[in-house]
């Protein structure tokens, strides 16, 4: 048992690159998140999900889009990344939404 | 969403107990209080949650003020493991897990 894992642990984009990041759990969990870290911050959430096919917006969703093709992964795309989007960037799972297990983390840079 | 309001930082020494406040006046009939915690370099990890009566689990201990306006984490033995940053989230207990993180309260555990 996995858990929630992320892929990948680190990446390097320049300034209008694309990129994908996919978070995994094995815990047969409805709900996915997805949340955002800067330096010295709490978590912001940007977009969740409720189940699979379905994806709503969360605090900070400008920048970023998401997919839930498959109940076990979600995905956060950044189709033009900025040096704004420079991040950690956490994904976390549940079946019920008071405790969120969360993944290791990407750390995002954008040049 | 309601706010609440945490100390910056606590230290404590190792082995002995700790009470980690956080004010949540605004707090409404609807909200659960959750503690999460992160570790150095490490995603959150939930700890506990309550809505009117103290919890408990092997974690820690919740104490809500009869009012709810207030709670307490406590850690019964702090040990060097529990240096985190600790978050007290107010959430409504119908909603979809959209947790809003503060800064939260940096613990130091000394030996």
């Known amino acids: 048992n996995a858990g929630v894992t992320q892929t990948p642990k680190f990446r390097v984009l320049k300034t209008g690159q694309s990129m994908t990041l996919l978070c995994a759990q094995d815990m047969n969990h409805e709900y996915m998140y997805w949340y955002r870290q800067d330096p010295g911050m709490g978590l912001r959430l940007i977009h969740y999900?409720?189940?699979?096919?379905?994806?709503a917006k969360g605090e900070v969703p400008d920048g970023y889009n998401v997919s839930r093709l498959k109940k076990q992964n979600f995905l956060l795309g950044l189709e033009s990344a900025a040096p704004s989007q420079t991040s950690v960037y956490f994904c976390?799972?549940?079946?019920?939404?008071?405790?969120?297990?969360f993944g290791p983390g990407t750390r995002l840079t954008v040049l | 969403d309601a706010k609440t309001t945490q100390p910056n930082s606590m230290e404590s020494n190792e082995e002995e107990p700790v009470h980690l406040p956080c004010n949540h006046s605004t707090i409404s009939g609807t909200d659960y209080i959750h503690w999460y915690r992160q570790l150095p370099s490490q995603g959150p990890e939930y700890v506990i949650h309550g809505l009117t009566s103290n919890v408990n689990n092997r974690m820690a201990s919740l104490a809500i003020a009869e009012d709810r306006k207030s709670s307490t984490l406590i850690l019964h033995r702090a040990t060097l493991r529990d240096a985190a940053v600790y978050y007290c989230?107010?959430?409504?207990?119908?909603?979809?897990?959209?947790?809003?993180f503060g800064k939260g309260t940096k613990l130091s555990v000394k030996p």
């Open positions: 976390a799972s549940c079946t019920n939404p008071n405790e969120q297990f």
């Open positions: 999900s409720v189940g699979e096919g379905t994806t």
């Open positions: 989230i107010l959430g409504y207990g119908g909603s979809q897990g959209n947790l809003i």
